[in-house]
């Protein structure tokens, strides 16, 4: 079935092949775009050069394989251990489009990665799901719109917040169903700032608004794939230790702007070790033995659980997670996953991190907890999801 919804969906939905000369067109002419993307460019190729490629673009396959792909590829090599793994690629084999729903990491590199694995893995990428939060400049929209990003409109009022979930969701089954391409959505929104992940209900019950009545079979429309994204290193968890004091101290505090665009730069550019994406199986055979009769809050936190526990089985631990969970708990039960000199570099690089941080009244103990957690929740999660 073909859908012929761009004018339906235009408010949020990612860019199509025919706007695309006309994006670039308005980006290259951004004296703010050039701003920020020339250092990073001119880092490996000629500002000319990098322009002469950009405005070739046609469709959003190019703007994929000729900018995205060479651009996520280097950061890769710069600052991971020169590679993304990929494990499972038999769970997704048969190229239906599907709702994967991961854990969140990274403001901009979760989906980034997924859709380079995916591209060369000569598979169609995915549309992403972005907070309106994040479009805090015209080129950064008109960037995310030609990289398939569709946009979940956040800052609305109680009043408008139905109809704009219900436009959202019909965008998404429409994407799935209709367009056959799949959709990235993280499973809360916002990151899990103390790597607790633990998807919301609130996200299944959007997802089904466009057909609100039959709840369990839009659940079973949007063949839902869950993804455990895995970091060894997080570059933000400083920031998001800030945050958590920040919140703690003042009921009031609220990000800026600026604070998500420095999160974004810190995720993009900071090192993170060995990542490692692990497809789930989907959950439509879970979901369709719930029965009929089961009550909507009650499906909705069954369905979130199945997700939860798909992703807790499938996280990669590195040595920091376990040296953090035995911390935690105050015992060695993982103590053969890690060597003296690896549990002392980890109270080194928590040291570190904790010297980046300059706030008023900075809680030490506070903070050193909370970035521990941070890297011993996965294992914890995954332990008491064997149990």
Known sequence: MISDTTDLFKDIRSARDFEVPGLIESLLNDK????VAKPIVESFKTWESFSQVFSSCKTIEDFQTYITQPLINKLIRKTTTSKVEVLNWDNIGNGKGRAFISNHRDIILDAGFLNVLLHENDMDTTEIAIGDNLLAFPWISALARLNKSFIVKRNVSFRQMLNTSTHLSKYIIDTIEN????????????RAKDSNDRTQTSLLKMLTLFDSANPKDGLMKLNITPLSISY?????????AIEYQLRRDDANFKKSPGDDIKSMV????GYKGHVVFRFGKSINNQIDKIPSTTERSTLFSKVAEMIDKEIFENYSFFPFNYVAYDQMTGDNRFAEHYTEEEKQKFYTYINTQLDKINIKNKDIPFLRT???EMYGNTLKNYVDNQQ
């Not at 703010?32 to 701003?35: R, Y």
């Not at 997080?234 to 998001?240: A, R, V």
């Not at 810190?266 to 550019?269: L, Q, Y």
């Open 32 to 35: 703010a775009f050039v701003k």
């Open 179 to 190: 367009r056959d391409q799949s959709v990235w959505i993280a499973q809360r929104e916002g």
């Open 232 to 240: 060894e290193l997080d570059p933000c968890d400083y920031l998001k």
């Open 266 to 269: 810190t995720g993009i550019t």
């Open 370 to 372: 909370k970035l521990i």
